[in-house]
């Protein structure tokens, strides 16, 4: 099994910056994938960016391409999104999560608000 806990989410004006946090627990070892994705009311969940955990490759939704900045440290099984340049649009709830094969694991979710 493993635990995601996300952290750093918060209000921020227009152009603003906010760094999100994913901690992960348990077995760790076993992730292949951890991604972001973001859901704001009303509309699906999507995937803002993604990060392999052993080669570091990325892979970013074209919404944040050159904003965003997916990372992650493994000795603390933490993965990180820098965002940058925030604008209303980027309002939602994101989540963590961690993929193995066909197993998925989620976080609960932080809220990022961004006012016009």
């Known amino acids: 099994q493993v635990q995601l806990v996300e952290s750093g989410g918060g209000l921020v004006e227009t152009g603003g910056s906010l760094r999100l946090s994913c901690v992960a627990s348990g077995s760790v070892f076993r992730l292949n994938v951890l991604a972001w994705y973001r859901q704001a009311p009303g509309t699906q969940r999507e995937m803002v960016a993604s990060?392999?955990?052993?080669?570091?490759?990325?892979i970013y939704a074209d919404s944040v391409k050159g904003r965003f900045t997916i990372s992650r440290d493994n000795a603390k099984s933490t993965v990180y999104l820098q965002m940058n340049n925030l604008k209303p649009e980027d309002t939602a709830i994101y989540y963590c999560?961690?993929?193995?094969?066909?197993?998925?694991?989620w976080g609960q979710g932080t809220q990022v608000t961004v006012s016009s």
């Open positions: 990060i392999t955990r052993v080669t570091g490759r990325t």
């Open positions: 999560k961690g993929t193995f094969e066909n197993d998925e694991y």
